[in-house]
């Protein structure tokens, strides 16, 4: 009998727990290190998730292990109102690594740090419309759900007033298209713009977006779109807020994604990534928007805010990063898994896409190539068959598209783990299709 099975754990867990969305894996993991969670028989499971996508320095870091101790043994939490040096030392790191975004908060969530952003773009301007994508994920709060669509509005009343939405361009499945098949992102935007002008009541402030929509199924802004966004949002007096939770501290293979871009935003939030899988959140701003925020009488204040031990955390964090290259080593890592995903494309008739950038990766599902109908099915057929065999993928699945795979390894995974993980894709994948 498998100790995964215990019957103890399980009943307790049925009975407790409340279930906050889809169904839990049927293991029970005791610990986990590097890229891999161990569960109760000992097994090694490669995890392709890197933790939700937030452990880009893989799980129990040693750096990250001493830090919390010895942060813990000085101080770990304190009276909002009070500083401490991780935290200064925190923000000013967060500023040089993003010029031009001087002024830092940290929290805790990314609903927590997108609530923020919202909250001061609507103070600066006076607006209260907020734009996002409709493949989006900002968070689960107040108005970080109300800027998310790419699941959980059903059944939960209205959304917060001036809650406007887009289509995000998608190269596999083009809206509009130039005379050679391709997407017309450019087309697409204005005519998305041009929509949002009607619905307006004049009182726009902000557009939120993901560079890389990951729930959205790894959609990745084409290069140039990000200028035409900002200049859209100029026009229209609107601040343009980044929400880097997934594509922060170098998963891409720049610190930020929209470095590739050489676009500003006027708010960048980031989480997940930063505190390494310890709950680290911050947004960061210029001091122009700060300052303007500051005069309107800008309330943004938690039990957590400025938090001693995750900023701590994060210091540790960017050091490890800049110390070990990993920026670089997100570009070599990343290459190696999107080779092995695009020889599935050419093996594989389900597999429909490849896409994204540095480690963080999408491999789409779809049951017929041509008319590129949908795999829910045979996704979750392909994961089912991947983690018995000791690798632990995500798949999304939204309208309009076919399930997704969202992959992304710890920026600290080796050659010999990317060719393992690759492996057993390509095992399950060969099963779940006979």
């Known amino acids: 009998m498998s100790l995964n099975d215990d019957p103890a754990f399980w009943t307790a867990a049925e009975k407790h727990l409340t279930r906050y969305g889809g169904s839990f894996e049927k293991i029970i993991v005791e610990r986990a290190e590097g890229s891999f969670v161990h569960d109760a028989d000992g097994r090694k499971i490669l995890d392709f998730t890197s933790g939700q996508m937030s452990a880009v320095l893989g799980h129990t870091h040693p750096d990250v292990v001493a830090t919390v101790e010895r942060q813990t043994r000085a101080v770990a939490h304190l009276f909002s109102g009070m500083l401490s040096r991780p935290v200064v030392e925190l923000a000013e790191r967060l500023a040089a690594s993003a010029p031009g975004l001087d002024r830092v908060q940290l929290l805790t969530t990314g609903a927590e740090s997108n ?6 773009a609507k103070l600066v301007t006076g607006g209260h419309e907020v734009v996002a994508f409709a493949q989006s994920w900002h968070g689960m709060t107040g108005a970080a759900a109300s800027a998310t669509y790419s699941a959980g509005r059903r059944g939960y009343g209205p959304a917060t007033a001036g809650s406007l939405v887009i289509p995000a361009p998608n190269a596999y499945r083009p809206r509009f298209r130039q005379p050679d ?15 949002i002008d009607r619905q307006s009541t004049g009182a726009l402030a902000a557009f939120i977006a993901e560079p890389i929509l990951s729930s959205g199924g790894i959609l990745e802004l084409p290069e140039g779109y990000l200028a035409a966004l900002k200049r859209k949002c100029e026009e229209r007096g609107m601040l343009l807020i980044l929400d880097e939770a997934q594509t922060g ?17 006027d708010i960048l939030t980031l989480s997940k990534t930063l505190g390494a899988g310890l709950p680290l959140a911050a947004v960061l701003t210029t001091t122009e928007i700060e300052q303007a925020a500051h005069e309107r009488g800008f309330l943004f204040y938690t039990t957590h805010v400025s938090d001693p031990l995750p900023a701590a955390v994060g210091v540790t964090v960017l050091d490890v990063v800049a110390r070990d290259g990993l920026v670089d080593r997100a570009i070599a890592r990343g ?38 109908a949908p795999g829910y099915e045979l996704g979750a057929a392909i994961a089912e068959e991947a983690m018995r065999r ?23 995974v080796s050659e010999a783990e990317i060719d393992l993980g690759l492996e057993i894709m390509s095992d399950a994948i060969a099963a779940a299709t006979g």
């Open 115 to 120: 609530e923020a952003a919202i909250r001061m």
């Open 181 to 195: 098949g391709s997407n017309d992102w450019r087309t697409e935007l204005d005519d998305a713009f041009e929509l």
């Open 249 to 265: 501290v170098g998963r891409t293979g720049c610190m930020y994604a929209f470095q590739r871009d050489g676009v500003t935003p």
């Open 335 to 372: 290459e190696r898994l999107k080779s092995g995903l695009l020889a599935f494309q050419q093996r594989f008739e389900c597999v429909g896409d490849v896409r994204g950038r540095g480690l963080l990766l999408g491999l789409e599902i779809v049951v017929d190539r041509q008319s590129k």
């Open 390 to 412: 000791g690798l632990s993928m995500n798949i999304v699945k939204l309208p309009g598209m076919g399930g997704v795979f969202r992959l992304a390894p710890p920026l600290t």
